[in-house]
């Protein structure tokens, strides 16, 4: 059997919505499993050009910064109150506190809005791994400041796809990509224009910092992912290239692409 993945890019746009281009969210498929791998506005939309809320498998959420999870707020509505039927509660591998953070903005009376009967939550840590139908998911935690991870999504034919979440240069992202033979494609943000100033924490990469992660991983293609305001998409592909020479590829919103096994 040969398990390919699809990666859709449902948006990749930072931090805030571009006109045809929502936030941060992507369709992966393989094994028969559907994950909704990050929740940024406007991505729900996207999400049911390709699947409908009821047919997912999955939501894997990256971080709490709102461009990566604010749709998880109307997911919620769509899952208890429209037209989906849910057998089950939609399996949410999510960092710790997202709970009690979208119960803050859905509870509207004196009774906690029951995000539990939408969502079946389960916390992250670094190191976390879960199967989920035919797929099996690595998170570690990378470096963005606050609790924030990346994902590895492996089919059991060895089909394998890193994302970066958000996160300046870190081993533990290179890991998650470098696993075995590397993977078939890294999707790495590449939000800044200029590396960080001197003396500050780094929370994101540059294009050139996208490609040495690549390059450092061995990872067959580079897709870069989460331009920030700054930054145009070609210029974003050729600055990543200077510094990794496999083939580099941007972010498109509706783009789907297929990873092989490596
Ligand atoms: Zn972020």
Redesign the pocket.
């Known amino acids: 059997m040969t398990d390919v993945l699809r990666l859709t890019v449902l948006g990749s746009a930072?931090?805030y919505p571009r006109a045809g281009n929502p936030c941060s969210g992507y369709l992966v498929e393989g094994g028969g499993t559907r994950l909704w791998m990050d929740a940024g506005s406007g991505t729900l939309g996207a999400l049911r050009e390709h699947v409908g809320l009821g047919r997912l498998d999955g939501i894997w959420i990256?971080?709490l910064?709102a461009?990566?999870c604010a749709d998880l707020l109307t997911a919620y509505y769509g899952l208890l109150y429209a037209d989906v039927e849910l057998a089950a509660p939609v399996p949410l591998p999510a960092p710790p506190g997202i709970a009690d953070r979208l119960a803050g903005f859905l509870t509207n009376g004196p009774r906690r809005s029951p995000v539990e009967d939408a969502f079946r939550i389960v916390e992250l840590h670094d190191h976390h791994r879960a199967h989920l139908g035919g797929l099996t998911l690595t998170s570690r935690a990378v470096s963005?400041g606050?609790p924030?991870f990346g994902l590895r999504v492996e089919t059991e034919d060895g089909a394998r796809l890193a994302y970066s979440?958000?996160s300046a240069p870190c081993d533990a992202l290179t890991a998650l990509a470098a696993l075995a033979d590397g993977c078939a494609t890294l999707l790495c943000e590449a939000?800044l224009a200029q590396p960080s100033p001197a003396g500050t924490e780094a929370?994101?990469h540059t294009p050139e910092d996208a490609g040495r992660t690549a390059a450092t991983a061995a990872a067959h293609r580079l897709v870069v992912t989460?331009l920030g305001p700054f930054l145009d998409p070609s210029e974003a592909v050729h600055r990543a290239a200077t510094h990794y020479t496999g083939p580099v590829k941007y972010a498109a919103p509706g783009r789907t692409f297929e990873v092989a096994r490596t």
Request: net charge negative; hydrophobic share 20%; proline share 6%.
């Open positions: 930072s931090p990256s971080h910064h461009d990566h963005h606050m924030a979440g958000d939000d929370v994101h989460h």
